[in-house]
């Protein structure tokens, strides 16, 4: 196994455990995120490939907890905000 971190994010990546986008280990080397030339702080999924992230909607949560999200549409782009020795890589949707 390599001990290596990757330069660049993962494509499709979400912050709840209960999907199976999830991983801690990218999570905790924090990512940025900007979506039409702003970037966000409340990102709770995102798809670089696809176009999109998924934003909570307000306070609102589902019967079992979870909070409602929504899904916008646009240019996504995401890099490491722990960047170590390595020099910053940004990831794309074109």
Same mark, same amino acid.
């Given at each position: 196994?390599?001990?290596?971190?990757?330069?660049? $994010?993962?494509?499709?990546?979400?912050?709840? $455990?209960?999907?199976?986008?999830?991983?801690?280990?990218?999570?905790?080397?924090?990512?940025?995120?900007?979506?039409?030339?702003?970037?966000?702080?409340?990102?709770?999924?995102?798809?670089?490939?696809?176009?999109?992230?998924?934003?909570?909607?307000?306070?609102?949560?589902?019967?079992?907890?979870?909070?409602?999200?929504?899904?916008?549409?646009?240019?996504?782009?995401?890099?490491?905000?722990?960047?170590?020795?390595?020099? $910053?890589?940004?990831?794309?949707?074109?």
């Amino acid at each position: 196994m390599s001990d290596e971190k990757p330069q660049t $994010p993962p494509d499709h990546l979400s912050v709840n $455990p209960r999907s199976p986008h999830f991983d801690e280990s990218v999570l905790q080397r924090g990512i940025g995120i900007r979506f039409k030339d702003r970037v966000r702080t409340d990102v709770e999924e995102y798809s670089i490939s696809e176009g999109w992230i998924r934003v909570q909607a307000g306070k609102s949560v589902d019967r079992k907890g979870q909070p409602l999200t929504i899904k916008l549409n646009g240019p996504v782009e995401a890099w490491f905000e722990d960047l170590g020795d390595e020099p $910053p890589v940004a990831k794309k949707a074109g």
